[in-house]
């Protein structure tokens, strides 16, 4: 049973643990070079939601608002749940979140054009790219095109 929940307390070690998780990091935040986990400083522009199973932590959903009808979230999933039904439980229990907690219509999201198991999970969960800004990003030692998705919430 997956369950999500807002983290009110954005001092709770949970959050930082799962943000500086090694390859989490890496993906990340540690792709340009400029921000290593000694010197990262949570965006509290960000609401976090807490993804969890019986086991304790999946992963992360954080979301924030860019209208009164759009918001951007990105979620992490820990390392070991990667390539399981767990991972795609815990970001179907986020948007569900955001669909019964929220007003929000939308959620957008970037994703790198060369991150292919990323490029395949969104598609699984449903959403439909709407953008790309060329030479957008750098991922895995390259610059990559920088993809835009969108996923309709309510209609």
């Known amino acids: 049973m997956i369950s999500v929940s807002k983290v009110q307390d ?6 930082l643990k799962i943000i ?15 921000v290593n986990v000694g ?3 949570l965006d509290q522009t960000y609401d976090y939601l807490l993804v969890e199973n019986e086991e ?6 954080s979301i924030r608002k860019i209208t009164n009808l759009v918001l951007e979230g990105h979620i992490r999933i820990l390392p070991k749940f990667w390539g399981t039904e767990s991972s795609l439980d815990a970001a179907k229990a986020g948007i569900l979140y955001v669909e ?3 007003p ?6 970037t994703v790198p054009g060369n991150c292919t198991h990323v490029l395949k999970f969104i598609d699984k969960l449903g959403f439909k790219p709407y953008g790309c800004l060329e030479r957008g990003i750098i991922y895995n030692n390259a610059v990559v095109p920088l993809v835009y998705f969108e996923y309709e919430v309510k209609k």
């Open 10 to 15: 954005l001092s709770n070690p949970v959050l």
């Open 20 to 34: 500086c998780t090694p390859e989490l990091f890496e993906l990340t935040n540690g792709q340009d070079g400029m």
């Open 39 to 41: 010197n990262y400083e």
């Open 56 to 61: 304790g932590p999946v992963g992360l959903f």
């Open 100 to 102: 019964k907690h929220t």
């Open 104 to 109: 929000f219509r939308k959620i957008i999201t």
